[in-house]
């Protein structure tokens, strides 16, 4: 009697999400590459460009809310912007255990450079796809983040 042949485990380039990670590393390296240029991470960029928005002071909780990062995370990370000239930390008046933190003019003016680059990288990597086509592919990955609930923001 002949042995069955086992079935062949689908190939490793078959998958999506092979392919969503070539492209999103490539995207990501790149940005954090022109980011470091500027002596400026990913995950720093997240929390200037986020506290940017908010256009007024905020607390680290209020930054771990809005980014999805831990609080631990973004107390490490707000050292090293205090490190770096782009944040104050003041204690809030009335309660020394909450702490106010805002953005320093120097990250004021960085912030929209930084936006820029950003800008620049997706124009270089997209490019190729339509405004329709660009369209659909931010449609496709909001639904498939939406289904599996993915609010983090992405700092590697």
Known sequence: MPKKLDLEPSHLKSHLGYHLRVVSNAVSHTFARKLANLDVTVAE????????????TT???????ITGLSRGAVSKLIDRLLNKGLVIREEASGDRRYQEINLTPKAKKLVPKLSEIADENDSSFF???????????????????????LNLNPIE
């Open 59 to 65: 607390s680290p909780s209020t930054i771990a809310e």
């Open 127 to 149: 490019s190729l796809l339509s405004v329709a086509e660009k369209d659909q592919l931010r449609k496709t990955l909001l639904k498939l983040a939406e289904l599996h609930k």
């Open 45 to 56: 960029w997240v929390i200037l460009r986020e506290m940017y928005s908010y256009k007024t």
